[in-house]
């Protein structure tokens, strides 16, 4: 709750920071919001647990680094949903999963715009839902190629979408393309916690380490409450 308070007193001034912003090689936006963000979390994160290597999207790439799946790690995407935010939308979200020997710790997700916010070990009220979360990356073909019978919504924010099926507000939310380590550890976290079918590259998640060395396809089926 240190980061969602000390996120929560700086929220006007990373508003204001929307405009502010840059193109990155993929072609993805990045804002001097991103950075406010990180820099509040990486100073808590030094100062209550030096110990543990810090990974972000804003420090990418990190090819050189030697990870290790027993080491201790904080990963954050510091604001999921870069090209909301910078557009003015509210669905975007900041995402912390930190690890400690290799054993998962804690995760949150954190819509700040919407208040909304889920934390490893908070209670959860499961929802019934024929919606079907889509990534933002998918293509015209793809979306040609769905399955009739559902609804479909595409936000562009991997947080709210994963904490969507956590909660049963979606029946699923699939990545078929791939995406990286901080797009994803905190909603497969809290899907596991609350006993989603949870894929990592088509395998049950089993709570591992994601590191930053390739893309990751998920998805997260809803273990939605029998009426």
Known sequence: MLVVNSIKRELKDILRLRSFYSKKDDD???????????????????????????ISEELAPLGDIEWNPKGSYIVLDPIDGTENFVSGLKEWGIG???YTEGKHQESCI???ELNDLHITGMPITHHRSRIRGLSSSLTKQDLMQLEEGFEYRIIGCSMYNMLAAVRGAYDSFENVKGVNCWD???????????????LVNGEPYQGQLLFPTQKYKIKIKAQQEVL
Not at 184 to 198: K, M, R
């Open 184 to 198: 994803i550890l905190p909603g497969l976290n809290l899907a596991l916690e609350h006993s989603c079918e949870t």
């Open 110 to 112: 954190f819509l700040p």
């Open 96 to 98: 912390i999963s930190i």
């Open 28 to 54: 993805s936006f990045v804002s001097e919001g991103d950075l406010k963000v990180q820099d509040i979390v990486f100073e808590l994160c030094r100062k209550h647990l030096p110990g543990h290597v810090l």
